[in-house]
């Protein structure tokens, strides 16, 4: 059954640094999510991307975070200048249609700590 | 905006018991989607079940059900016949019918299977 990959599954960054983690969504889907969980707290929503552009982002999805799809399989987001507060697991998701309830399928995650 | 609820962040059952995980939410919306994730260690979230919340009938699928009650706001997952392949984290999740594509996480509940 395919399913949605992260890699990597645990990164290690200086403040300040910049990262990218990375997804393979299904092949076949059109909508890509972005979503993290501080630890202990829910997960929560921070973009979604359709059609080579973001169509919903949430307050935490500033200037510091960018998505990109650059190569048709990989779906990336970039976070340009890590603070502390942006240690948390990130997950990956997609759908293949957005204005209904079809399910989000998830990635296992990546871990982000920032030192 | 839409808040999704679990009080009970642990929770443990007896192998081939019932268990009932709960789950309430905040909204204003009157179509809506709801959903329950399983989430095994170090595994991806897949979907246990969903629930239009225009449908009256709680959703079942083989040991899992819901108990969908829309006035009182609640969502609530039973287990039956509980194996240790069910213990995970459980996620509840909330989705506008007529909104946005994002989830509205809880913060999720701990099973633990007991032999």
């Known amino acids: 059954e395919p399913e949605v990959t992260q890699t990597p599954s645990h990164q290690v960054t200086q403040m300040g640094q910049e990262v990218i983690l990375r997804c393979v969504p299904i092949?076949?889907?059109?909508?890509f999510y972005w979503y993290r969980q501080i630890l202990g707290q829910k997960v929560e929503f921070l973009v979604s991307?359709?059609?080579?552009?973001?169509?919903?982002k949430s307050e935490i999805f500033d200037d510091q975070f960018s998505v990109e799809r650059p190569d048709g399989s990989n779906f990336t987001l970039k976070i340009r200048s890590t603070k502390l507060e942006d240690s948390a697991m990130y997950f990956c998701?997609?759908?293949?249609?957005?204005?209904?309830?079809?399910?989000?399928?998830f990635g296992p995650g990546t871990r982000l700590t920032v030192l | 905006a839409q808040t999704v609820t679990q009080s009970q962040p642990e929770m443990s059952v007896q192998e081939a018991e019932t268990v009932t995980l709960s789950c309430t939410y905040d909204?204003?919306?009157?179509?809506?989607?709801l959903f329950w994730y399983k989430q095994p260690p170090s595994r991806q979230m897949i979907l246990v079940i969903r629930q239009e919340a225009y449908k009256q009938q709680n959703a079942t699928e083989n040991r899992f059900s819901v108990n969908f009650q829309k006035a009182a706001k609640s969502f609530s997952l039973k287990i039956s016949d509980s194996q240790l392949g069910d213990a995970a984290m459980y996620f509840c999740a909330y989705r506008s019918a007529s909104g946005g594509n994002q989830f509205y996480f809880g913060t999720g509940t701990s099973l633990t299977v007991i032999p």
């Open positions: 991307f359709y059609n080579n552009e973001i169509s919903e």
């Open positions: 998701a997609s759908s293949s249609l957005g204005k209904t309830y079809n399910e989000q399928f």
């Open positions: 909204t204003s919306e009157s179509d809506y989607y």
């Open positions: 092949s076949n889907h059109l909508y």
